[in-house]
């Protein structure tokens, strides 16, 4: 994760033996409940519901009047399996909820507004009591004092529930066994509350001589109607109401601004008077809690023999994305069913792993993307307000631009007029302008190697690849990585343009494009494999070097790209200087040929990326060493390119943003390896990440290489091209309204579907200049009707 510090927990302690889980009994009848906050109560309870005949204890060894933060929020789809699995507690909840549906971004003094959420919070004490009061009533034994050691309870108990918190001395145990990772973030945070209820989730931005400063708030309790304090059904409720404030800034502000420095008296105090404008010059209260680091905790396995963990013992997620409490009753209600249905403790205690796992890791791949985006706020903050507001509203990426439409059409309205979304126009079909080349739409078809050349000339199926893609819709349709020089092939079926034969084929195919596909321009994509050439077509084994016929391969320092890779040969300066020849001689056929952009290949572990990399490059003489020497070759094929390359047409940069690896390129490389090529001519940054290194560990998921697009974006001030896991066209839109790209690459979906621009036109209604149907095309250009039972049956006809 770019910017945060990963280690494994610690794990000195010695592994004891737990107790074989399936020594045990089917249904455990003895269960040991470690920690009472709402995942370890509301396992108790239900757990006692569903057999009264078992002994469920629970040990807490914070007192029952005290509790860590304030208010909680829980979803309707939690809340819908709490009502199935003990309605009881489901009915106590409901009376004390509180309900809102807006959520206010409040940014340099001006507010806006979007409305349809629908949130539900309380206060986190009440909640307890809830759960207090159904253990006590269904007979579970709750014992506040520490808990013995876990190898004892699980020598005595058929099951042993960890949940003992982000601190769990039960993962640490174990830790050999459950092998944690702990990732502690950038920000400090605190918890505090304030008593009035806010009206909305409140965000609020200030922007302090020290730094950029956040206030998360939301209410959990609405006055008591005589504004005195009363009792009833729901229990003791705030006389003046009451609202959760978390206050949130990065490490270096809070030390600027000396809070490292302050009591906890004065943090607060200080915190009340930064954000006064929104808590209405009321005080501010704590807890006791302290400013915090917020960590990550995942884990590889959740059991050992009868010991399970779960809530934040297993996993947590940002508070920004309010899953901590969520998820511990969702592990709860999961671990309980599986129980039931299992028949033996082993199989349930595998099942529960199988079936939580998948969602915690989704949530947690929501809140890292919420985390970071608080994190890196200070380069937000100069964005228009209204898209301001949209970004923050869908840092998570589970929230977008359709949806937001559908909840607030009046607030995504706003924020389409702010970027320039004529009326009736989705954002994915806005032109933009590089150089003298304008793009009719913001959709890139991805380069996608073909493997099918003979002799580096692209033939039919690059014909049909391609002029397919460009009557789809895309505003470029790009070529894939086109070699420079026979060794600079990745296999032999790679393409290349260092014949004029070559030259001419691919003439063949922008012909084609510029004239049965007009506003679909055609970019090509110039490269060299370097270390990872005279390899195997991908389906015959990717990466693999030739059974034989193998050609030597060169690179920045001679480092085989994987075990049985062919040994690379160090390039010297006369070599050098020869690759520096062929990119241009290369650059000036695809001018020839018709290309109307240009893409140079500095990504994926290939020849420039490979110099770009401190993992790859252990030179010692000028171009290796410092990440300017490092840049040195990288912007000398650039220069030599752009010099050959017309003015008016643009030319791109693909990178990898990150090798996701240890001691490789990071987020902050990248940056300042797309200044060096902004400085240098180029006209936009095609953000890719890794396949420099063999042993990557990349952090998959949607839109997953985005952050580095936006972060690049915002600090290096150049338009960049976003790819990876970008499916959609409810994805696209989201991108770029937010700001986080200024044009989107897809694949995959142009693999599944060649006209997919042209279909997310239809879908969305839009019929104007930004996705124009072929003329032979035009009958169907609107989705068929389907599913009508009542139409006449047309009558047998042949047509030709």
Known sequence: MA??????????????????????????????????????????????????????????????????????????????????????????????????????????????????????????????????????????????????????????????????????ATRETYAQVFRPRVTTHRCRYLWLAVDFPFDAFRFEIAETEHGVMQLHGYPYARPSPDHHPATGPSGPRNPSGASTV???????????????????????????????????????????????????????????????????????????????????????????????????????????????????????????????????????????????????LTRSRRVTHDNLRLRDARFTGGVEREFGCPPGT?????????????????????????????????????????????????????????CVSPEGRITPGCTGLYTARQAEAWRRITGFVHERAPGTAIGVQLGHSGRKGSTRLMWEGMDEPLPEGNWPVVAASPLPYKPGSQLPRELGRARLTDLRHQFAAAAGRAARAGFDLLELHCAHGYLLSGFLSPLTNRRTDAYGGSPERRLRFPLEVFDAVRAVWPEERPMTVRISATDWADGGTTAEDAVEIARAFAAHGADAIDVSTGQVVADEAPQYGRSYQTPFADRIRHEARIPVIAVGAISSWDDVNSLLLAGRADLCALARPHLYDPHWTLHAAAEQGYDGPGAVWPAPYLAGSRPPRTGRTDAPKPRLKLES
């Open 246 to 392: 978390i206050v949130e800034m990065r490490e270096e502000v809070w030390h600027a601004a000396g809070f490292d420095q302050a009591t906890p008296r004065e943090s607060v105090e200080r915190c009340a008077e930064i954000f006064a404008d929104a808590l209405g010059g009321r005080p501010l209260r704590s807890n006791d809690s302290a400013w915090t680091t917020f960590r990550t905790v995942v884990n590889e396995r959740w059991s050992h023999n009868n010991v399970v963990l779960l809530g934040d013992a297993a996993h947590t997620a940002h508070f920004s994305v309010g899953s901590g409490t969520k998820l511990a009753v969702e592990d709860a209600l999961a671990l309980t069913a599986c129980l039931e249905e299992q028949p033996d403790l082993r199989s349930a205690l595998t099942a529960y792993e199988e079936e939580r796992k998948p969602v915690v890791a989704s949530t947690q791949r929501a809140a890292r993307a919420s985390l970071e985006w608080f994190e890196n706020l200070a380069l937000y903050v100069d964005q228009p307000p209204r898209r301001f507001a949209f970004n923050l």
């Open 3 to 168: 910017g945060a510090l990963s280690t494994p927990s610690s794990g000195t302690r010695p592994v004891t033996t737990a107790r074989p889980a399936d020594d045990g009994p089917a249904r455990p009848s003895r269960i040991a409940i470690i920690g009472g906050g709402p995942g370890g109560l509301y396992t108790a309870a239900l757990l006692k519901r569903r057999a009264p005949d078992r002994r469920v204890t629970l040990w807490e060894r914070t007192p029952a009047d005290r509790t860590f933060g304030f208010g909680v929020v829980l979803s309707d789809e939690t809340l819908g399996g709490i009502e199935h699995a003990d309605p009881a507690v489901h009915d106590a909840l409901r009376r004390n909820f509180v309900r809102w549906d807006d959520v206010d971004v409040v940014h340099r003094n001006t507010r806006h507004t979007c409305t349809g959420h629908g949130f539900a919070a309380l206060g986190r004490k009440r909640l307890l009591e809830i759960l207090h009061t159904r253990c006590h009533a269904l007979g579970v034994d709750l014992r506040h004092t520490e808990a013995p050691p876990v190898a004892r309870l699980a020598r005595t108990h058929d099951l042993v529930v960890a949940a003992d918190g982000v601190h769990s």
């Open 426 to 482: 989705p954002p994915m079909f806005t032109p933009l302008r590089l150089r003298g080349l304008t793009l009719r739409n913001r959709v890139v078809v991805s380069p996608m190697d073909l493997y099918s050349a003979a002799d580096g000339v692209p033939g039919d199926l690059h014909l049909v690849h391609l002029g397919a893609r460009a009557l789809g819709g895309a505003g470029l349709v790009m070529t894939e990585m086109v």
